[in-house]
């Protein structure tokens, strides 16, 4: 994609992703026009992701006084048929962000509906090296309306391939951000680059789901997770939406 142009980077240090199944009933309603739920082994999935991001830039432009920001957001998948194929992308149900220069930049460059909370983490492990056999973890705590939920998870080891017919390669491998907007659909084109991967050995997880993502989402999200992963360093691209 050299030719198109990059409306939104940003560096992810680390990234927690909760999956959990969830009735496609409940996701119609949310599907933007032109699109279709994607299921992987007939069944349609949720997940809520926890991410820090470091190096946003903006248009091509580096912004230095948002040095970073930590993220909060439930998404769900859908695909487009075209001429040329299937294109796999994403949906935002609801992005909260640690910034209001984030939230800002986000709405500006993809479109995306974001509000702005105050979110904790501490994380350790993360940086590693090639053959190094620490392993990551997180305690992530947001704040919503003076409620505070709270991600605690510990990993275990790094998992080996990504490929589309697994649970995680089917969550990661997204190459589009979809939006709706005035009745239209805006996809814009994404590039995710590769990323370490692990299971988690253990997570304990309490959000008040209905209050923050609605009804239609907080039954699924009371239940067990079916994967929950950690990952780390990886730099995804938006480029400017297909007209």
Not at 82 to 97: A, D, I, R
Not at 167 to 192: C, D, Q, S, W
Request: one cysteine or more; glycine letters at 6%; aromatic letters at 12%.
């Amino acid at each position: 994609m050299a030719d198109r142009k990059v409306v939104f980077r940003a560096y992810w240090t680390e990234m927690v992703a909760l999956n959990f199944q969830i009735d496609p009933a409940r996701l119609e309603p949310h599907v933007p026009p032109g699109l279709e739920l994607d299921f992987h082994n007939g069944a349609t999935y949720i997940s809520l992701i926890f991410a820090n991001c470091r190096d946003v830039r903006i248009f091509g432009w580096p912004l230095p006084i948002l040095r970073g920001y930590k993220t909060v957001f439930l998404r769900f998948y859908v695909k487009r048929r075209t001429k040329q194929g299937v294109e796999h992308g994403s949906c935002m149900v609801k992005s909260l962000v640690s910034s209001r220069i984030a939230q800002w930049s986000i709405r500006r460059t993809i479109h995306t509906p974001t509000s702005t909370v105050k979110i904790q983490s501490e994380t350790s492990g993360f940086d590693t090296i090639e053959g190094s056999d620490r392993v990551p973890s997180a305690d992530y705590s947001w704040f919503f309306k003076n409620e505070v939920n709270r991600l605690k998870i510990k990993a275990r080891h790094r998992m080996p391939t990504l490929s589309g017919e697994t649970k995680v390669g089917f969550i990661l491998n997204r190459n589009y951000h979809f939006v709706a907007e005035k009745g239209k659909t805006l996809a814009f084109p994404m590039e995710v680059t590769s990323s370490n991967v692990w299971d988690a050995a253990q997570a304990s997880f309490s959000c008040d789901s209905k209050e923050i993502f609605g009804s239609e989402f907080a039954g699924a999200l009371s239940r067990r997770p079916i994967s929950v992963f950690l990952a780390e360093k990886n730099t995804t691209y938006f480029f400017a939406p297909d007209q």
